[in-house]
């Protein structure tokens, strides 16, 4: 069933709290991962696991999986895209440090303004190209990266992952008329496969059983994913990829103060003043989208 509006106030939300998960979910993943559990083969078992909850969910809630046949290119290209970030970014970390793999990632903001003018036809203002960067510097701020002795492997790699992530935002904005139960089953079927392969290749697809190594943590990366990226598909539908790409720059703030509060990791002076950085460049993305949206027509969307 279609809601007969979309509202950029729960889109922005929407946005917030999944890149609030996905914050959470980066901490937990690296406590799974000091316990053994391979980011491949969690990559491989959450997408088995999202496909199981999403058919539950589709019984029960009868909702269709039917894809609306003028998406189905743009539904092949998020799920291309959405394997793409997953591995590609799991993956980086083996050849550069963590911190260093999210200051790389997290210029997919840039990459979402930069192109906006030519994928969705956005005015490039230099109020905009203010906002983005101040963002972009804040979350280098929060991460504080050591760039010495850098294997140029991982950083093709967190870029990969970047590039696939705005095409992600970009592709997920356009696809409304497939209801959101739908989406993330389809494209979690192009992601299985493709994410199972590139594991096999790596040889790092350990089995189910390796993931009880460390129960709880892998519990909440697969939880803190699976809620995150429908909420994620919620947002996409009803704000623009800019306005979406800024928002998810939350997501390493949370992670840093998630990482201070669970595994014990201090927040430096400079870490705090990026964190507010990014917070600020939010607000002011939120106040210049609701100025551009306003007197603007509501566009219809499927749930």
Not at 207 to 223: K, Q
Request: some cysteine.
């Amino acid at each position: 069933m279609s809601h007969p509006t979309s509202s950029p106030a729960s889109g922005m939300l929407f946005a917030l709290v999944s890149a609030s998960f996905y914050g959470l979910n980066i901490v937990y993943a690296r406590m799974a991962a000091f316990a053994g559990a391979s980011g491949s083969a969690i990559v491989v078992y959450r997408v088995l696991l999202m496909l199981i909850l999403v058919g539950i969910a589709a019984v029960a809630m009868r909702k269709s999986l039917a894809m609306a046949r003028e998406e189905r290119g743009i539904m092949l290209l998020l799920g291309v895209a959405t394997a793409l970030v997953g591995v590609c970014y799991l993956s980086s970390v083996a050849f550069i440090p963590v911190t260093v793999a999210a200051v790389v990632f997290y210029t997919f903001p840039i990459f979402i303004v930069l192109a906006s003018p030519f994928v969705e036809g956005t005015k490039l203002t230099p109020t905009l190209l203010g906002v983005a960067a101040a963002a972009t510097i804040g979350v280098v701020m929060v991460v504080g990266p050591a760039f010495g002795g850098l294997d140029w492997r991982g950083l093709v790699l967190a870029l990969a992952a970047s590039i696939a992530t705005a095409t992600q935002f970009f592709a997920a904005a356009r696809c409304r008329k497939t209801g959101v139960v739908a989406k993330v089953f389809w494209i979690h079927v192009l992601v299985l496969p493709t994410a199972a392969l590139i594991g096999l290749a790596a040889g790092q697809l350990s089995p189910p059983s390796t993931l009880l190594a460390a129960p709880l943590a892998v519990g909440m990366t697969i939880g803190g994913y699976v809620f995150g990226f429908m909420l994620q598909f919620l947002a996409l539908g009803r704000i623009t990829a800019v306005a979406a790409g800024i928002i998810y720059c939350t997501e390493p703030v949370v992670a840093a103060v998630s990482s201070a509060l669970l595994l014990g990791e201090t927040l430096s002076p400079l870490q705090m003043a990026g964190g507010a950085l990014v917070l600020s460049a939010i607000v002011a993305n939120v106040l210049l989208e609701q100025r551009r949206l306003r007197g603007a027509p509501l566009v219809p969307i499927a749930d």
